[in-house]
């Protein structure tokens, strides 16, 4: 069946670091990839997506390519502040399934001073 | 626009007891559906509508009920709660795919259930 895959966490690292937030999923056919980011006592909110192979979504200087050969859609940030702090969800969903989303485990991400 | 309103924001229930979650939207979205959140499994899907009058199960629908009388209103029942169900609720709400796009989901802000 279709799965979603996420680097386990938390991820810790210092502001102004590089984060990547790795994401593989298992699926026939082409879904369109998320990222939903969830800050402390929040829903979710959607950072980016990608319907198609070869897209990139982008959004506050978060970057994620669909990358159709390798079935991943891997999360980057090339300088992150405490702000970011909060837990990622890579998920998938596809055109005809009425909206349903198939989320990943979550990673959470602490970004310390 | 309020966007997709939930209550409560924190229940706790004895064992069989039950319940309903209340869950809102002022957008006129078409697509609403319920997911639980439960550490390191993600949000899981549980009950989903397209529409008025129209409801399908999700991944994990037992213990759970619902019904869309309205666009705006998406109640989950709980008809006899259990331990299992101790989790972080979240309802969403989109468009549907009538035109073909992909629309984004909005998400409540969550009622956290702990049942005892």
């Known amino acids: 069946g279709n799965s979603v895959t996420q680097m386990e966490g938390p991820v810790t690292l210092s502001e102004e670091a590089f984060l990547t937030i790795n994401c593989t999923y298992t699926a026939t056919g082409y879904p369109s990839l998320f990222w939903y980011v969830q800050y402390p006592g929040e829903g979710l909110q959607l950072l980016l997506k990608?319907?198609?192979?070869?897209d990139k979504g982008s959004n506050k200087g978060f970057e994620a390519t669909y990358r159709k050969e390798t079935t991943s859609f891997h999360l980057e940030k090339g300088s992150v502040q405490v702000s970011d702090s909060a837990v990622y969800f890579c998920?998938?969903?596809?055109?005809?399934?009425?909206?349903?989303?198939?989320f990943g485990a979550g990673t959470q991400v602490v970004v310390t001073p | 626009n309020a966007g997709v309103t939930q209550t409560p924001k924190f229940q706790v229930l004895k064992t069989g007891q039950s319940m309903t979650l209340q869950c809102a939207q002022d957008m006129n979205h078409e697509y609403m559906s319920w997911y639980r959140q439960d550490p390191g499994m993600g949000l899981r899907l549980i009950h989903y509508?397209?529409?008025?009058?129209?409801?399908d199960q999700g991944e994990v629908p037992n213990g759970y009920n619902v019904s869309r009388s309205t666009t705006e209103d998406f109640p989950l029942r709980l008809l006899s709660a259990a331990p299992s169900q101790t989790s972080v609720y979240f309802c969403?709400?989109?468009?549907?795919?009538?035109?073909?796009?992909?629309?984004?989901?909005?998400f409540g802000p969550g009622t956290r259930l702990t049942v005892t």
């Open positions: 509508s397209v529409g008025a009058g129209i409801t």
């Open positions: 969403a709400s989109s468009y549907s795919r009538t035109s073909g796009r992909i629309y984004e989901q909005y």
């Open positions: 990608a319907t198609k192979a070869d």
């Open positions: 998920a998938l969903r596809w055109t005809d399934s009425w909206g349903k989303l198939q």
